[in-house]
């Protein structure tokens, strides 16, 4: 079962954060994704905005959303001094009326994010619609088989998997680190 955003609230409001991305985990995104200086990004679930600002830093104009008050005000309030390089904005991804402009994105992040989505083809295809010809999704997760029992909800299954890799023109993984998470790369056609 997804977590729902009263949890996430209650999670920031505590003072919690995540397995913070490090350079060897903005190093390895960089080589995957190749020359993007500038290219516009969205990052979904932002959190702690940890992530959204290395985004900025790689060089990306970076929008990063999440649907908790508590993580929006923390990501603004850390790294206002990166306005207007990275925006944030409160938005649930899974609201089909949020509005976020189509094909307008080069890159779509999701760190730990995609195993809570309720509706994981919907969020899927909304991505394409966001995603620029030949812009990347990327996809940092868990897997539910490298997980206790009490705690695969916070990974992806095989078949989540399986419908994650459909209907790309290209893509690839790697781990980052092996049996805790893995990074799905997969590219809009071209054009
Ligand atoms: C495990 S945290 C990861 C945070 C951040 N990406 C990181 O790597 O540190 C999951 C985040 O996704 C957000 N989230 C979950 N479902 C969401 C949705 N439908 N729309 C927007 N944000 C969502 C939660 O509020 C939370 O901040």
């Keep these: 079962m997804p977590a729902d955003r009263g949890h996430w609230e209650q999670h920031f409001a505590a003072g919690n954060g995540f397995h913070r991305p490090d350079a060897r985990e903005m190093r390895l995104l960089g080589?995957?994704?190749?020359?993007?200086?500038?290219?516009?990004?969205?990052?979904?679930?932002?959190?702690?905005?940890?992530?959204?600002?290395?985004?900025?830093?790689l060089g990306h104009r970076t929008l990063a959303v999440d649907w908790a008050d508590a993580a929006v005000a923390a990501t603004r309030d850390r790294y206002a001094d990166l306005e207007p390089r990275l925006e944030v904005a409160r938005l649930d991804f899974e609201d089909a009326t949020a509005?976020?402009?189509?094909?307008?994105?080069?890159?779509?992040?999701?760190?730990?994010?995609?195993?809570?989505?309720?509706?994981?083809?919907?969020?899927?295809?909304?991505?394409?619609?966001?995603?620029?010809?030949?812009?990347?999704?990327?996809?940092?997760?868990?897997?539910?088989?490298?997980?206790?029992?009490?705690?695969?909800?916070?990974?992806?299954?095989?078949?989540?998997?399986?419908?994650?890799?459909?209907?790309?023109?290209?893509?690839?993984w790697y781990d980052l680190d092996p049996g805790v998470l893995r990074v799905f790369v997969l590219r809009a056609p071209a054009g």
């Design 31 to 57: 080589e995957a994704l190749g020359p993007h200086h500038g290219a516009r990004a969205l990052d979904v679930g932002c959190g702690l905005g940890t992530y959204a600002a290395a985004l900025a830093g």
């Design 99 to 172: 509005r976020l402009p189509r094909a307008a994105f080069d890159l779509v992040t999701m760190r730990l994010v995609f195993a809570f989505m309720a509706d994981k083809e919907a969020a899927a295809e909304r991505v394409r619609a966001l995603l620029a010809p030949g812009g990347a999704w990327v996809v940092t997760t868990s897997l539910a088989q490298w997980l206790p029992e009490d705690r695969r909800r916070i990974g992806l299954t095989a078949a989540e998997v399986g419908g994650l890799l459909c209907g790309w023109s290209r893509g690839h």
